[in-house]
């Protein structure tokens, strides 16, 4: 089976948040050297590669990891806001995009399939 005719089989959000979760975590993976090589970016950004890719292959237990990702993102956003307390604005708005986001796809997921 071909890529695009995988690709087909998908709705518009469920592509949609396929493309958020792989661009997220290759941002994360990209920014990874400009700022240190802290863990949690790495751990979120591999994570985040993996949740994109068990939903594009439709497993069962994808759900479930997306719960994760989604509490670990929500954490992240908001410990990274409280962190820089809104001095940066660039990263300030990236991080409340990120958490919206997040937000977003993840429950939009987890209402539609059932863990």
């Known amino acids: 089976m071909s890529l695009t005719s995988k690709l087909r089989d998908?709705?518009?959000?469920?592509?949609?948040?396929?493309?958020?979760?792989?661009?997220?975590?290759?941002?994360?993976?990209?920014s990874l050297p400009?700022?240190?090589?802290?863990?949690?970016?790495?751990?979120?950004?591999?994570?985040?590669?993996?949740?994109?890719?068990?939903?594009?292959k439709g497993r069962s237990w994808a759900p479930?990891?997306?719960?994760?990702?989604?509490?670990?993102?929500?954490?992240?956003?908001l410990y990274t806001l409280y962190a820089i307390g809104f001095s940066n604005a660039l990263i300030s708005l990236g991080m409340i995009a990120y958490a919206a986001l997040t937000l977003y796809f993840s429950l939009s997921i987890l209402l539609k399939r059932s863990l």
């Open 34 to 56: 400009l700022t240190g090589f802290p863990p949690h970016l790495g751990f979120l950004g591999i994570f985040s590669l993996i949740v994109a890719y068990m939903q594009f």
């Open 10 to 30: 998908f709705n518009r959000k469920e592509l949609a948040s396929l493309a958020f979760y792989a661009i997220s975590g290759i941002i994360m993976l990209v």
């Open 64 to 77: 479930w990891l997306v719960g994760i990702l989604f509490v670990a993102g929500i954490v992240f956003s």
